[in-house]
C-alpha cells in the first residue's frame, strides 16, 4: 500500500510503498478514506515526542472496516467509523484502572509513536473506535477525531453552566469548530483571532458566536464588545479555551477572563506559557489543562456535530501533496482543517 511517512526528522514527508498490516486480536484493519493534519503531526516531525522512525503520520483517520481481529465485538466489516488517536493502553497504570486511559502512562499513539491514517489501511483499536452517521462525509468525520472532540472536551471542561459565557481564543483548525459547538450548547460565544479572514469566516456560519474579538484590537474596546452580549455582575467571559500555541494569546485570555473564570489550556506552545500573578492571585483565574476526549466524548460530539449539521472547514489534499500541505500551514495562510483524502 502507499503512506506518507516521516523518514527522518526535520525532513520532508515522504510517500512509501509499505505492507499492508495485520490486525491483532483487539484490532480492525480500515481502509482509509479521510485523515486530517494537526499541528501535533508538525510536533512529531520536529521529534518533540519519543518517536522511533520511520512512521505513518496523522492521528485523525476515518475509513471502513476491512477485517475484525478474533476478540472484536460490537463492530462489523463494512462499518464506517473514526478512531481517536490511542492505539493501545496498558491497562495496569493509574489512570486506566480509574477509567481514564487517556492519561494512561505509556499508551501507543496513532501517528506519535504508532503508524496513523496516511495510509491505504490502519491497524486501529477497537476500543477507540465510534460508529459514524451513514451520511458523514469522511473528510469531515477524520477532523473531528482529534482536533473536534479536543476542542468539545476543553469546553467541557471550563465547567461554564449553561447560559454563561465562553471565548474561543484561536479560529484555526480546533476554534472554528468549537465556536460552532459552544453555540449548540448553549453558551454566549465569542471570537478570538488575530485574523479578521477567521472571525469573518465564523461569523458566515449557521451557528456563528455572538461577538467578535480581532486580537490586535484594544483591550477595552475588546472588552466593551462582550459587555454588549455577556450580561453578568463580572465584566469579561466565564471561561476562555485556547486553541493556539502563541504566547500572546494567554495574556489576552487572561485579560478577557472575568474575576473567578476559568482559562483552558488546549495549546502546546514549545517555550511554554507565562501568567501574571496578578491573573492567578487578584483575579482569581483558574488555568485547566485539556488533553483529547475520550470515547463518551466523541460519541457525544459525533452526535451533537451530526444532529446540528455544524461546518468543518476542510481542505483537501492527495498523499502525494503531504509536504506541499505542510508548508502552506508553516505559512500561516490556511483556515480550517487539511485532510488527506484517499480515493
Known amino acids: 500500500m ?10 520532508p514527508y515522504h510517500v512509501s510503498d509499505v505492507p499492508v498490516p495485520k490486525p491483532k486480536p483487539h484490532q480492525v484493519l480500515m481502509r482509509i478514506k479521510a485523515a486530517g493534519f494537526c499541528h501535533t503531526d508538525l510536533m ?9 522512525l520511520p512512521l505513518i503520520g496523522s492521528h485523525e483517520p476515518a475509513g471502513i472496516i476491512e477485517e475484525l481481529g478474533s476478540e472484536v465485538t460490537g463492530f462489523q466489516k463494512g462499518d464506517r467509523v473514526g478512531c481517536i488517536n490511542f492505539d493501545s493502553v496498558c491497562g495496569k497504570c493509574a489512570d486506566c484502572k480509574a477509567g481514564l486511559p487517556i492519561y494512561c502512562a505509556s499508551p501507543l499513539m496513532k501517528g506519535i509513536n504508532s503508524d496513523g491514517g496516511w495510509a491505504e489501511y490502519m491497524v486501529t483499536d477497537a476500543r477507540f473506535m465510534v460508529k459514524l452517521p451513514d451520511d458523514m462525509d469522511f473528510k469531515i468525520a477524520a477532523p473531528l477525531m482529534c482536533a473536534g472532540i479536543t476542542i468539545y472536551g476543553g469546553i467541557v471542561r471550563a465547567g461554564v453552566p449553561k447560559g454563561g459565557s465562553i471565548g474561543i481564543v484561536g479560529i484555526g483548525g480546533l476554534g472554528h469548530i468549537g465556536t460552532q459547538i459552544a453555540k ?5 460565544v465569542a471570537a478570538i483571532d488575530i485574523k479578521q479572514s477567521a472571525l469573518d469566516a465564523v461569523a458566515s456560519y449557521k451557528h456563528a458566536p455572538d461577538t467578535l474579538v480581532l486580537a490586535s484590537d484594544p483591550i477595552e474596546k475588546s472588552l466593551e464588545k462582550i459587555d454588549k452580549v ?12 485556547i486553541a493556539t500555541d502563541q504566547q500572546p494569546a494567554f495574556d489576552l485570555a487572561a485579560a478577557l477572563t472575568r474575576n473567578h473564570g ?6 502546546q506552545p514549545q517555550e511554554g506559557i ?25 460519541r457525544e460530539l459525533v452526535n451533537l456535530f451530526h444532529e446540528n449539521k455544524l461546518h468543518v472547514d476542510v481542505k483537501e489534499w492527495k498523499m502525494e501533496q503531504a509536504e506541499e500541505m505542510r508548508q502552506e500551514y508553516l505559512s500561516g495562510i490556511g483556515n480550517g482543517k487539511n485532510v488527506i483524502v484517499i480515493d
Open 184 to 188: 449548540c450548547m448553549g453558551y454566549t
Open 274 to 298: 507565562r501568567l501574571s500573578f496578578h491573573t492567578v492571585i487578584f483575579k482569581d483565574i483558574k488555568l485547566v489543562g485539556s488533553l483529547i476526549g475520550d470515547m463518551t466524548t466523541a
Open 44 to 52: 512529531v516531525l520536529n521529534h518533540e515526542f519519543d518517536t522511533t
Open 2 to 11: 502507499k503512506a506518507v511517512q516521516i523518514q527522518r526528522f526535520n525532513e
Open 230 to 241: 455577556v450580561q453578568s455582575d463580572y465584566r469579561g467571559l466565564d471561561a476562555t479555551v
Open 262 to 267: 476559568t482559562m483552558v489550556l488546549l495549546g
